[in-house]
């Protein structure tokens, strides 16, 4: 099992940045993919974003590609969610996962495989 504790939330204006972190431990690192997610209230998680932390292999949905970065930081376990150029729609709560790989279908990204989830940070765009 995995352990993941999201970090970085708050409130930014449209337009602005935040960087999202999540950290992991409880197993080797390389071992597995980390995703992240958003959640809507009243709607399914979102995949938005994942790294296979093997390969560094990034996906991400098209409704934030150009504008959000993922990366990895194997020395420290974590993986970093850079989110630029924010807008109201990125409102969400954000969840980090893992699984045992990630990949992306039809613009939707996934994890595969068993999945662990962190306990989520509160991003709020405002105007």
């Known amino acids: 099992e995995v352990q993941l504790v999201e970090s970085g939330g708050g409130l930014v204006q449209v337009g602005g940045s935040l960087r999202l972190s999540c950290a992991a431990s409880?197993?080797?690192?390389?071992?597995?993919?980390i995703g992240w997610f958003r959640h809507y209230p009243g709607k399914e998680r979102e995949g938005v974003s994942c790294?296979?932390?093997?390969?560094?292999?990034?996906h991400y949905i098209n409704s934030v590609k150009g504008r959000f970065t993922i990366s990895s930081d194997h020395a420290k376990k974590i993986v970093y969610l850079q989110m630029n150029s924010l807008k109201l729609e990125d409102t969400a709560v954000y969840y980090c996962?893992?699984?045992?790989?990630?990949?992306?279908?039809?613009?939707?990204?996934?994890?595969?495989?068993?999945?662990?989830w962190g306990q989520g940070t509160q991003v709020t765009v405002s105007s």
């Open positions: 996962a893992s699984g045992a790989g990630c990949a992306e279908a039809m613009g939707i990204v996934y994890l595969l495989g068993n999945i662990d």
């Open positions: 409880g197993s080797t690192f390389d071992d597995y993919a």
């Open positions: 790294i296979g932390t093997t390969n560094d292999v990034t």
